[in-house]
């Protein structure tokens, strides 16, 4: 038996997507900025899915930006807003000479300043990291507290003078923890009436998009992302929605494709993919499925503890922490099973370093080694979790025979 359990991961392309997509690579292949039929009907399809996506976002057509990823939407919105906001205050101070406006852009209270959470996904953190390295802008980086949800109060305490940006993700990527990001919005714009400079919020919700009410009037936020794959549509295409009126600069130059704010021909059938995954969305009732695996696995399982708040949670995510084990060698051994779960976001899985997520939770090195995510999906059965859950009993149960922790404990 073979059990995918790392629906965070990717998704498979669901079959009314593909369908859908089919037409345009062969017949409506045209590119979209050409005035002939061809182009026209390519067109009218991106027309189509801006307006279908508008509905279910509760925005404007003209407020989708459509990316090659949710990665690139997350830099869009930290690089583009930063850009803006540097360029306008740069083109303020054209009395100044080249040298004063570089000394300006040197002193900390002057720059730029950027509130997000020490667990985002890497879009988002490297993003801030790399803005803070060419010293364009300074970054607060908020803990998550032990149940890993982000405070809506340490971050009021974190806004400056020169705040700008708030990102904060709609529910982690790791631990499936779901964010209050409607009572940061309101706080913000709560703020925003006494202020001179504008706070502006992004939210990354790739995975949310599924699951959690996604209008962006309710979630009060300037900025939301969503990445294709993770809804059953195809690897390579993603949204960045920015609300009319947001301050934003192309990061990718070239053509003026996506209202100049995203170079390069539109990927129409990909693009008509991620329009079909979210008109398919219907908000699976994986709940019961999920506490009744958290609670097995917790009480036939030794030593076994949940990473993450059991009741602020999105349906589809769990993590555990198993001490005295290398989560490696559960998904490794899993694996070898026919059971697919992984130690952490499959972004960095080739990565060295301990989870950043569980280590801004709980700084321990050993929990972020021991911690294994396993993820599901409305194609989840109760027979394939019931056979997972086997599988882990017995290989959790042979590697803590082998595990020098175990020994030691025991005195051997």
Not at 91 to 113: G, M, V
Not at 307 to 321: D, E, L, M
Request: charged share 25%.
């Amino acid at each position: 038996m073979r059990v995918y359990l790392d629906y965070a991961a990717t998704t498979p392309v669901r079959k009314e997507v593909l369908e859908a997509m089919l037409p345009f690579f062969s017949d409506d292949f045209g590119n979209p900025s050409s005035i002939h039929v061809w182009g026209q009907r390519a067109r009218k399809a991106i027309d189509e899915s801006r307006a279908e996506i508008a509905k279910f976002l509760g925005c404007q057509s003209e407020e989708i930006i459509f990316t090659g990823s949710g990665s690139e939407a997350d830099n869009l919105a930290i690089k583009g807003l930063l850009n803006s906001y540097i360029v306008k205050r740069l083109n303020s101070d054209q009395s100044k000479s080249e040298k004063q406006i570089n000394n300006l852009t040197n002193q900390q209270f002057n720059k730029p300043h950027i509130i997000t959470s020490a667990f985002e996904h890497h879009a988002v953190l490297k993003s801030c990291e790399d803005l803070e390295k060419k010293g364009l802008a300074t970054v607060t980086y908020i803990r998550p507290n032990k149940e890993g949800i982000i405070e809506q109060e340490k971050i009021k305490k974190a806004i400056r003078l020169n705040t700008v940006l708030v990102s904060i993700m709609y529910v982690n990527n790791e631990i499936g923890t779901i964010q209050p990001i409607r009572e940061i919005g309101k706080m913000i714009e709560s703020v925003n009436r006494s202020r001179s400079t504008r706070i502006y919020f992004h939210t990354d919700a790739v995975q949310a998009t599924e699951y959690l009410p996604m209008n962006v009037d309710y979630l009060h936020v300037d900025m939301l992302t969503i990445a294709g794959h993770k809804i059953g549509a195809p690897k390579g295409v993603g949204l960045l929605y920015i609300r009319k009126g947001t301050p934003i600069r192309a990061i990718i130059h070239g053509g003026e494709q996506e209202k100049g704010l995203r170079a390069g021909t539109e990927n129409v059938p990909y693009i008509v993919g991620l329009t079909k995954a979210i008109d398919l969305i219907k908000n699976a009732n994986l709940k019961n499925l999920r506490d009744c695996f958290i609670e097995r696995i917790i009480k036939e399982i030794p030593e076994v503890y949940l990473n993450g708040s059991k009741t602020f949670r999105a349906p589809h995510i769990v993590n555990f922490y198993f001490k005295n084990i290398e989560g490696e060698s559960i998904v490794l051994g899993l694996d070898l099973e026919g059971i697919a779960c992984s130690t952490g976001s499959a972004c960095t899985s080739q990565a060295l370093e301990p989870s950043h997520v569980i280590m801004s939770i709980f700084n321990d090195h050993f929990r972020a080694a021991g911690s294994v995510r396993f993820s599901l999906s409305k194609l989840t059965t109760k027979r394939e979790l019931d056979f997972a859950i086997e599988k882990i009993k017995e290989i959790v149960a042979r590697l803590r025979e082998i595990s020098p922790y175990t020994k030691e404990k025991n005195g051997n």
